[in-house]
């Protein structure tokens, strides 16, 4: 289990509400709850500007006041500069409880001069294991980049400045949980994950280095906002998006050009058997 899926087991969910379209907020101090770290933890320009950084002392992490059921949520993240081995930054949304689900977008820290690793992961019902993991075709670093997480009955599907990264469809049909009955909040975070962040553990935090610290913006919420006793979402352009043939094209560049691993395809990990959505088409 990684580390934010820890912190996401961390909080008790109450399930039973309602859902109403459509909340958009660019308010850090108006959407978001520091839950851990508050010193390390600075919101700027109004609102409009996070930095949670990473000492000896503490990692900080936030979570929207809000839970969704179902939506489009993006966020803008500029990631720690220079050496960032041991390091974690996140951005993911997860629902809490011991059989919670989870979307995971996870910045494996780096050795100076190294790209970062976006790490990827999906949970239903408690279980996860369906990592990938890719490069990234920029330097996240630099400036803000968007990172955007879709969710609705049919199929997960992250972006990266609105380019289609990965897909991860509804098979329940074929005996593979999906997500889509526990509202969940969204999360930043940033800790020292030095255990398993960089080159598998190899690489230790060089805390001459810190603070780390990782900049957020721009956060967006196109989604159902469970808030009552009774589950009804209205009719909303996102809740049956798919990929369309060029995005399908576009997916494919990207894994054809920058994907580092693949669950799917681990045969030391699965050498009994892949799991079954590994056989299912996209």
Same mark, same amino acid.
């Given at each position: 289990?990684s580390s934010?899926?820890?912190?996401?087991?961390?909080f008790?969910?109450i399930?039973?509400?309602?859902?109403?379209?459509?909340?958009?907020?660019n308010? !850090?101090?108006?959407? =978001? /709850?520091?839950v851990?770290?508050r010193?390390?933890?600075? #919101? $700027?320009?109004?609102?409009?500007?996070?930095?949670l950084?990473?000492?000896?002392r503490?990692?900080?992490?936030?979570?929207s006041?809000?839970?969704?059921?179902?939506g489009?949520?993006?966020?803008?993240?500029?990631?720690v500069?220079?050496?960032?081995?041991?390091t974690?930054?996140?951005?993911?949304?997860?629902?809490?409880?011991?059989?919670?689900?989870?979307?995971?977008?996870?910045?494996?820290?780096?050795?100076?001069g190294?790209?970062y690793?976006?790490?990827?992961?999906?949970?239903s019902?408690?279980?996860g294991?369906?990592?990938?993991? !890719?490069?990234?075709w =920029? /330097?996240p670093?630099?400036?803000?980049?968007?990172y955007? #997480? $879709?969710?609705?009955?049919?199929?997960i599907i992250?972006?990266v400045d609105d380019?289609?990264i990965?897909?991860f469809?509804?098979?329940e049909?074929?005996g593979?949980?999906?997500?889509?009955?526990?509202?969940?909040?969204?999360f930043?975070?940033?800790?020292?994950a030095d255990?398993?962040?960089t080159?598998?553990g190899?690489?230790?935090t060089?805390?001459s280095?810190?603070?780390?610290?990782a900049?957020?913006?721009?956060f967006?919420?196109?989604?159902?906002?469970?808030?009552?006793?009774?589950?009804?979402?209205?009719?909303?352009?996102?809740?049956?998006?798919e990929l369309?043939?060029?995005?399908?094209?576009?997916?494919?560049?990207?894994?054809?050009?920058?994907?580092?691993?693949d669950?799917?395809?681990?045969t030391?990990r699965?050498g009994?058997?892949?799991p079954?959505?590994?056989?299912?088409?996209?």
């Amino acid at each position: 289990m990684s580390s934010s899926s820890f912190l996401c087991l961390a909080f008790t969910l109450i399930l039973g509400g309602s859902i109403v379209v459509g909340v958009r907020g660019n308010d !850090f101090t108006r959407d =978001f /709850d520091v839950v851990w770290g508050r010193e390390n933890a600075r #919101i $700027l320009d109004g609102g409009r500007l996070l930095e949670l950084s990473l000492d000896q002392r503490s990692g900080s992490r936030i979570e929207s006041k809000n839970r969704f059921l179902f939506g489009r949520v993006d966020l803008q993240i500029k990631l720690v500069a220079g050496g960032s081995a041991g390091t974690i930054t996140s951005f993911y949304i997860c629902s809490g409880g011991a059989t919670h689900d989870e979307v995971d977008f996870e910045f494996l820290g780096n050795v100076s001069g190294e790209p970062y690793i976006l790490h990827t992961n999906i949970f239903s019902h408690g279980k996860g294991g369906k990592e990938q993991q !890719f490069y990234l075709w =920029f /330097d996240p670093t630099q400036d803000f980049h968007t990172y955007s #997480i $879709l969710w609705n009955p049919l199929n997960i599907i992250l972006f990266v400045d609105d380019t289609p990264i990965r897909v991860f469809k509804n098979y329940e049909a074929y005996g593979v949980p999906f997500p889509k009955n526990q509202p969940v909040r969204a999360f930043a975070s940033i800790w020292d994950a030095d255990d398993w962040a960089t080159q598998g553990g190899r690489i230790k935090t060089d805390w001459s280095k810190a603070p780390f610290v990782a900049s957020y913006r721009n956060f967006r919420a196109n989604a159902c906002v469970w808030t009552g006793d009774y589950p009804a979402c209205g009719d909303t352009k996102w809740m049956q998006q798919e990929l369309d043939w060029w995005s399908w094209m576009t997916l494919s560049w990207v894994r054809m050009n920058y994907l580092l691993y693949d669950y799917c395809t681990d045969t030391k990990r699965f050498g009994y058997g892949f799991p079954p959505e590994c056989a299912l088409p996209n």
